[in-house]
């Protein structure tokens, strides 16, 4: 007589054929390039008028207090 019955070495197989199966059932993580290109919108409006203004009236206020600083 073998040293391995019949019930062992069908649970042997049952449990490796159950392994490999669990293995095979593995999620996976791909990284891919995006088919279309990236695009991102800035909203962004300068106002450099208000900066004008500003200066100017920074200006006039040094120069009718030149003390001031």
């Keep these: ?4 019955g019949g019930r062992e070495t069908a649970l042997g197989l049952g ?3 159950i392994g490999f199966a669990l ?5 996976t ?3 891919q390039a ?3 290109p990236i695009t991102i919108n800035l909203n962004v409006k300068l106002d450099a008028e208000v900066r004008v203004k500003i200066e100017e009236q920074a200006d ?3 120069q009718s207090n030149p003390d001031i600083f």
């Design 1 to 4: 007589m073998s040293c391995f």
């Design 23 to 27: 293995a095979a059932c593995t999620p």
């Design 29 to 31: 993580v791909q990284v």
């Design 60 to 62: 006039k206020d040094i």
């Design 34 to 36: 995006p088919k279309e």
């Design 15 to 17: 449990v490796a054929v």
